[in-house]
């Protein structure tokens, strides 16, 4: 089993809609929790970090997260074309030693 | 602020030959990561260096894969000799030291081994 398990999508949306992206994680030592979008060709960049359980929201984007079920989520409303890209989820003891998961493509269709 | 930089972009390589990849990271940035992204997946830690120590090399391939941070600021990986399985994108990051520091990404070394 993989310590961070991201369903691949692909996911494609209407421009406006709600997206809803998840992970889940096995080791319960984690404490930190990312969202990193990553553009083709490009490095991945921090979107939304959360620390142990609860809500985080800046402005379209909300994560989410629940050690009770080991479930991560991100939400993204009114979502525009500019969002299309791969979303990946991290998580760790630390911000800084990781471990991703697999990534969801997302595009979002004008 | 300047970013990650990381050269080169791309690189096409034969089985068996050798690849370096260079990276500079953010200045200030004493950690320093090595990761190999595969087509399709998720960065996967190789090494980590905090200014010109190993912090973590647990999962780099050392029969193959080098790493060196000599003065704690640039760092080198190095493959050789190379297999078809290598082929991925990897990804330089940095970030200050710290339990919080997030860690910033360069854009990568796209390596095909052909």
């Known amino acids: 089993q993989k310590e961070v398990e991201q369903d691949p999508g692909p996911l494609s949306v209407p421009e406006g809609a709600i997206v809803s992206l998840n992970c889940t994680y096995s080791n319960s030592a984690f404490q930190y929790f990312m969202w990193y979008r990553q553009y083709s060709r490009k490095g991945p960049e921090l979107l939304m970090y959360t620390y142990s359980s609860g809500n985080k929201e800046d402005g379209r984007f909300t994560a989410q997260v629940d050690k009770s079920s080991k479930y991560i989520s991100l939400f993204i409303r009114d979502s525009q074309p500019s969002d299309s890209a791969t979303y990946l989820c991290?998580?760790?003891?630390?911000?800084?030693?990781?471990?991703f998961g697999q990534g969801t493509r997302l595009t979002i269709n004008p | 602020e300047a970013g990650v930089a990381q050269s080169p972009r791309y690189k096409i390589i034969e089985k068996r030959q050798s690849v370096a990849f260079w990276c500079n990271p953010i200045?200030?940035?004493?950690?320093l990561y090595w990761y190999q992204q595969i087509l399709g997946q998720g960065p996967k830690l190789l090494i980590q260096?905090?200014?010109?120590?190993?912090?973590?090399d647990s999962q780099l391939p050392k029969d193959r894969f080098s790493a060196e941070r000599l003065k704690g600021v640039d760092s080198t990986l190095k493959i050789q000799p190379a297999k078809l399985e290598d082929s991925a994108v990897y990804l330089c990051?940095?970030?200050?030291?710290?339990?919080?520091?997030?860690?910033?990404f360069g854009q990568g070394t796209r390596l095909t081994v052909v």
């Open positions: 260096f905090q200014n010109n120590g190993v912090v973590d």
């Open positions: 991290a998580s760790g003891q630390g911000a800084q030693k990781l471990v």
């Open positions: 990051a940095s970030s200050m030291v710290g339990g919080k520091a997030e860690a910033f």
């Open positions: 200045s200030g940035h004493a950690t």
